[in-house]
């Protein structure tokens, strides 16, 4: 009987060795697959942005992780808010597991059924997902004369003017739902073309007070925050299950917003603006940014990539690499539930998709 069970022992640790060499050790036929090949990395927005500078963060180390060591080659496509790139990977991008898009994902955008939008998150292939630190409202501290020194002081200020992009724009919904939500008058001034010419806008006195990435937030505006001609007034934080704010380990010099509300109106925030704003504030939860390959690629190419791309961001090497060129890591999210929340567009209460087209109509008409 011992012996017999001697040699069911034996059999377990021979099979859990044979899995773990099924699991972990490559297959030739991947590195062939891949083997003097090139990946191009699609990006949707101008090359020496915010995104593309992201992207090429990770995308510079991914052939590192993926059998065969392809070369990895970043192709810009800017136009249209992003969609522009997004379109072509959904329709026309090659199948062989030969391109990769990467960038910020706008799932409200289809949701709303945004002009220009020809394709569908659904579809395409995932291949990994991260969340970067929350936006941040950031504004001039001559928007009052006394000199604005904490959130407190947006209560007194006079004459703001709010700088976005287009009022479908995730970003400005959040600027523009937060002064609305505390009875704060603004002109909202639309037409800037990302972050960085929102930044420029601001420091020059052309605008005085908007929402940018915290990438943005910590690297351009660094020396503005500290020589005290800029303020960081509060972030838009992720939220939980329960609705409530998260704390964002790498922004520590500020609120979030539902803190400040709380603090000023001793309530919780509601209404249609509150809704509209929740709505940005729960898909940004999820992910914020994905590596996505078009519908239908190769099972075996999405395979290997997503197994790369998960090496990758367990690896020393890429947490290093980003404090050093982004100031900050960020959170890599499990495909499993991105896929879940993809899943489930389709399901979300026609009620809430209403009052966000509604919401954006209005900033239209400001």
């Known amino acids: 009987m011992k012996k017999r069970f001697e040699m069911t022992k034996k059999t377990g640790i021979v099979a859990m060795a044979m899995l773990f060499l099924l699991l972990f050790i490559p297959d030739p036929g991947f590195a062939q697959l891949y083997k003097d090949k090139t990946v191009t990395v699609l990006i949707g927005h101008p090359a020496g942005g915010g995104i593309d500078r992201m992207a090429r963060v990770f995308t510079d180390k991914l ?6 060591n392809p070369t990895m080659v970043v192709k810009t496509m800017p136009g249209a808010g992003g969609y522009k790139a997004l379109n072509f990977l959904y329709a026309k991008a090659p199948k062989d597991g030969t391109l990769l898009w ?17 394709f569908d998150y659904k579809k395409f292939e995932p291949v990994g997902a991260i969340r970067v630190p929350p936006v941040v409202m950031f504004g001039r501290t001559d928007i009052i004369s006394s000199g604005f020194k904490s959130f407190e002081d947006i209560l007194k200020a006079d004459g703001l003017k709010l700088a976005g992009t287009t009022p479908k724009s995730g970003i400005d919904i959040q600027g523009r739902s937060a002064l609305e939500l505390l009875g ?14 929102i930044a420029l806008a601001v420091q020059s006195g052309e605008a005085n007070i908007a929402v940018t990435g915290f990438a943005n937030y910590s690297s351009r505006l660094a020396n503005p925050v500290k020589e005290g001609k800029m303020l960081g007034m509060w972030y ?6 329960s609705e409530e704010p998260i704390k964002a380990e790498a922004i520590t010099d500020m ?18 603006a509150w809704e509209a704003l929740k709505m940005i504030l729960e898909f ?10 078009p519908p239908d690629t190769d099972e075996a190419a999405v395979d290997i990539l997503r197994k790369g791309w998960a090496e990758m961001m367990m690896s020393e090497e890429i947490k290093v690499r980003q404090n050093k060129v982004l100031g900050y890591t960020v959170e890599s999210v499990p495909l499993s539930v991105t896929n879940d929340k993809l899943q ?17 109509a209005a900033g239209a008409r400001k």
């Open 63 to 68: 052939g590192d992780y993926i059998p065969g």
């Open 102 to 118: 990467f960038g910020p994902v706008q799932f409200v955008d289809q949701l709303i059924g945004s002009k220009g939008i020809r």
């Open 184 to 197: 704060v008058p603004f002109q909202y001034v639309t037409g800037y073309r990302g972050g960085a010419k």
């Open 236 to 241: 838009y934080p992720y939220l939980d299950s």
């Open 255 to 272: 609120p979030d917003f539902i803190e400040v509300y709380r603090k000023l109106k001793g309530k919780n925030p509601e209404g249609p």
């Open 284 to 293: 940004r939860s999820v992910a914020t940014n994905m590596a996505m390959m």
């Open 344 to 360: 489930s567009l389709d399901a979300v209460d026609p009620k809430r998709i209403e009052n966000l087209k509604a919401y954006i």
